[in-house]
């Protein structure tokens, strides 16, 4: 509007940290409201539901949404909020519950929700899946994977237990450092394999 020169002049402006915070905020609300607007359009969704603390000592509510855009199955991630005080499954229930009603979303029209298995979320009583069921009893649920893996490599025989550790130790070898992952990628991507990278196993 003012021109090139303007232009350039502007952008030698430094912006101050609200400035950039602000700027932040605005395109996370614009990203929100367009995933709540899909959702909403689908009508059906599936939620993942996750408790964690983080480094600081906080507990960190986090929920992936998975919902058909399309004709396309989309997996957005859909908020993160930190539990205050306690991380009972009534609070998880009650968090994640504001948000869907926040969101124009209920749960009537959540179809499954996938969850760590831990008390607070699978409690027979006051778990986060138990009062999900009391609002919606079709309310499909299921374990996440890497916990599942987990629990697996627990409880294997003695004769695979030797396979397994080689396996972790191969996959950690490559992890160690930048260039043997670079290289690995290198190697599967000539051998056309679907996927070029590794995971660090840790204990879970």
């Known amino acids: 509007m003012l021109g090139p020169d303007a232009v350039k002049d502007i952008a030698k402006v430094p912006l101050f940290d609200n400035t950039i915070a602000r700027h932040i905020d605005d395109m996370s609300t614009d990203i929100e409201s367009h995933v709540l607007e899909k959702i909403r359009i689908s009508r059906k969704f599936a939620l993942q539901v996750a408790e964690s603390t983080d480094i600081s000592g906080h507990s960190q509510l ?3 949404a998975c919902f058909v855009d399309k ?11 930190t539990l205050p005080e306690k991380t009972t499954g009534e ?3 009650r968090f994640t519950s504001q948000y869907l009603n926040h969101g124009g ?7 499954s929700v996938c969850t760590d298995g831990a008390a607070a979320m699978v409690g027979c009583t006051k778990g986060l899946v138990s009062r999900a069921k009391e609002k919606n009893p079709d309310l499909s649920v299921t374990h996440c994977f890497s916990h599942r893996e987990a629990l697996v490599a627990k409880t294997l025989p003695a004769e695979l237990v030797p396979v397994l550790d080689d396996v972790v ?3 950690n070898f490559v ?5 043997k992952s670079r290289i690995f ?3 599967c991507e000539k051998m ?4 070029k990278a590794l995971l660090l196993h840790t204990e879970v």
């Open 71 to 81: 004709n396309d199955i989309k997996e957005n991630f859909l908020f993160c909020k």
């Open 169 to 171: 130790r191969i996959g």
């Open 91 to 93: 609070e998880i229930f």
């Open 105 to 111: 979303l209920t749960w009537d029209n959540c179809t």
């Open 192 to 195: 056309g394999a679907e996927h």
């Open 175 to 179: 992890k160690t450092r930048p260039l």
């Open 62 to 64: 986090l929920a992936n």
């Open 185 to 187: 990628a290198s190697l």
